[in-house]
């Protein structure tokens, strides 16, 4: 083994990982090959297509600049963590958002750090750093538009299961406190 190898961890998709790379092997490289995980896909090498995009912290960084050094302590997550459970994943299957396959992982970890209701320009700013050259991003914008009405409508009904209980929790208690 070189002795320029050092072990480094992080926390990946919840759960903690170490291994023994060169710091400045690629963050790509080390998810890919070191910690199996090959969603994460490889387009340009040069942080100009956004198809390596992974969260670092909560933010949306092309994992093809990041030295693994970089990723010591902290939360990544790759597409792997999402467990094809998250809504926008069920929503660019649905609606024609996962386009080519490569750019995909990537467009869905970009799209999962937007706001809760992000505007068109706020979806398209977001995805700026997302190159799309075969289709075009209409079925991308309107999975994401999906996807955060989905969300939207699942929260106000929670948010009026929580105040019908609470209305009946009132009513019990008035009930009770009659003579
Ligand atoms: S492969 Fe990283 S930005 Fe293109
Ligand atoms: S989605 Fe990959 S090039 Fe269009």
Known sequence: MTPAFRPIAFVLNGRRVAVRVHPLKRLLDVLREDC??????EGCGEGECGACTVIVDGK???SCLVPVAQAAGTR?????????????????????????????????????TLGPKPTLDE??????????RCTGYEGIY????????????RREARGEGRE????????????????
Do not use: D, W, Y
């Open 123 to 132: 979806v398209r700013t977001g995805l700026a750093g997302n190159i799309c």
């Open 76 to 112: 990544v997550t790759t597409i792997e963590g999402l467990h094809g459970r998250h809504r926008l994943q069920a929503a660019f299957a649905e609606l024609g958002g996962a386009q080519c396959g490569i750019c995909t992982p990537g467009m869905i970890l970009a799209a999962s």
């Open 36 to 41: 199996r995980l090959t969603g994460t896909k």
């Open 164 to 179: 019908a209980r609470g209305t009946a929790r009132a009513r019990t208690a008035a009930r009770r406190r009659r003579p």
């Open 142 to 153: 309107r999975a994401i538009k999906a996807a955060n009405k989905a969300r939207g409508a």
């Open 60 to 62: 949306a960084v092309n």
